[in-house]
């Protein structure tokens, strides 16, 4: 377990520091990826009844390493516990490009960890993904493109959340 010297952040703190991290960014419907981060939580919000805290910290915080480059130490820096940084740890996605089944393996392996945090978490993510809304703004081949790399994928992490995955 790791010592920490500063005291945990709170929610909106986490909140804050995405809206830091991912100011620049836009998603591939060129709106602000912050849009996306927000989404998350609140899905993570409405679709669990008690979510906890530290889901939430890590749902905030669920790109912040594979796409703005933090690492476990400025995690670690920051206060965020350990159970938070291994949940984000979980929920990044391997430098390497992923084939479609690749994608699927590396949920296996979420799921197969049994952190619920980072299940919840991605499931959540996976949600906003495959966005019926989102996906109908996409081009015809981007969006089938998405579909084939998720949906399966998703359909791993409804059952072993024990959800019905439509």
Known sequence: MTLHTKSHPTLKE???WAKVLHAD?????????IGHIEWVVAHLRQSFVYPTEDQLHAAYLHDAMEDCGITKRDLFD??????IVKTIELVTK??????NSDYEEWIRSIIASQNI????VKFSDMSDNLNDERMSQLEVEERSKL?????????LLTEALNMKGD
């Not at 945090?117 to 919840?120: G, L």
């Open 78 to 83: 920051k206060g965020y516990k350990d159970t």
């Open 14 to 16: 986490s909140q804050n």
């Open 117 to 120: 945090d980072a299940i919840r």
């Open 94 to 99: 391997p430098k390497e490009k992923m084939s």
């Open 147 to 155: 579909q084939k790399k998720y949906l399966g994928a998703y359909r």
């Open 25 to 33: 960014q836009k998603d591939k419907l060129r709106k602000p990826y």
